[in-house]
């Protein structure tokens, strides 16, 4: 993954770049790679294994590249307090936004376009052990990820944006077990677990794309001091 030029922080003599940034930032890189890898693997168990809910998710994770790395952008331009360029800065995070929200549509469609598929044609099957084993642990990865934005206790509208999706994937996962679990009670359940999966990759994507909040980031007493001599 290629790294993008990072503006510092502070651009006044004696001031330094707020520490909880840099670790916000590491964070949002490791949920991005996680979340691509991971979304490969339950992509690839779902294709083998004819499970749309699984399908479903790993669709939404594997083009969350384009929604969290939307996240990093907003969260590395929120930080260029000085910059004379702020406005160009603000349309390129907006651009960036409108094309994340564009891909997870994509990804949605698909996804569920498959499911549809899948529940029109649904037939009694057993427990699909191998899907809900990996669903569980994409359970385990998306609420892991979440706390570890929590954690950083970072106010920044990237931070907020980031812990929201995490938390949001969290209940896709939660949706996929269920549906995968029930499917061998219920037929069709694992595909109403794919739709659903669809349809809040579909409401995520609204929400990225009619998002025009300004981005402003907190900032520590050093930086503040700084500033004000």
């Not at 479903?56 to 360029?85: I, P, Y």
């Not at 044609?121 to 990996?134: D, F, G, H």
């Not at 659903?196 to 025009?212: F, I």
């Amino acid at each position: 993954m290629s790294h993008e030029h990072q503006p510092n922080l502070c651009v006044v003599p004696g001031c330094e770049e707020n520490p909880k940034a840099r670790r916000l930032r590491k964070v949002l890189r490791i949920t991005t790679a996680s979340n691509v890898a991971y979304g490969v693997l339950q992509i690839a168990t779902g294709m083998l294994t004819g499970s749309s809910a699984a399908l479903s998710d790993g669709v939404h994770n594997a083009v969350d590249v384009f929604s969290h790395g939307a996240h990093t952008a907003t969260h590395v331009k929120e930080q260029d307090l000085a910059d004379e360029h702020s406005e160009l800065n603000e349309r390129k995070v907006q651009r960036r936004r409108k094309l994340a929200a564009l891909a997870i549509t994509a990804g949605a469609l698909i996804a569920g376009g498959q499911a549809v598929d899948h529940f029109v044609n649904r037939e009694s099957e057993p427990l699909n052990q191998i899907a809900l084993y990996v669903e569980l642990g994409g359970l385990a990865l998306n609420g892991a990820l979440a706390g570890a934005v929590w954690l950083n206790n970072d106010k920044s509208r990237a931070a907020v944006d980031s812990f929201k999706h995490d938390a949001a994937d969290t209940a896709i996962s939660v949706v996929a077990v269920t549906s995968i679990y029930a499917n061998q009670f219920i037929a069709g359940a694992d595909a109403v677990g794919g739709m659903v999966g669809a349809a809040a990759s579909l409401w995520v994507a609204k929400e990225v794309w009619q998002d025009k909040h300004s981005h402003e980031h907190e900032h520590d007493a050093t930086t503040i001091t700084a500033e004000l001599r």
